[in-house]
């Protein structure tokens, strides 16, 4: 495993621990579609009451350079993988959806942006 990979696993431990401490339940995790394409990887999902969370963790050496990482063809990739998460998990289709992103640098605390971006219509 490359030192990148053991970083952004380092990463998403610390994100879904976090969710966890605010009182989320962790449903899943590196979650891939695997029907057709494009759909793009979730790090976590994770759900409180209705509330079913789309979380996008980015590990970077400062919070600045983590927050600027997210690109936009990223957030519709997400987007579209939170669509067919939903559809292969039908028990789930009536929460709300949300997509956050938790920011993560060494010796700094996981930086958590609620609503982080919102789903094109």
């Known amino acids: 495993m490359s030192q990148r990979s ?4 380092r990463a998403e ?3 879904a621990w976090w969710l966890r401490l605010k009182g989320f339940a962790i449903v899943a995790r590196g979650w891939t579609n695997r029907r057709g394409s494009g759909a793009g990887e979730i790090d976590i999902v994770a759900k409180r009451g209705n509330l079913l969370v789309f979380v996008e963790v980015k590990a970077r050496a400062d919070i600045d350079k983590a927050a600027h990482a ?16 939903v559809a292969a998990h039908p028990h789930l289709e009536r929460c709300a959806m949300r997509f956050d992103v938790i920011l993560v640098s060494p010796k700094h605390w996981p930086c958590h ?6 789903m094109d219509a």
């Open 6 to 9: 053991r970083t952004g696993k």
């Open 13 to 15: 431990f610390l994100a």
């Open 70 to 85: 997210l690109r936009p063809a990223q957030r519709n990739r997400i987007s579209r993988g939170a669509l067919a998460f």
């Open 113 to 118: 942006i609620s609503d982080a971006w919102r």
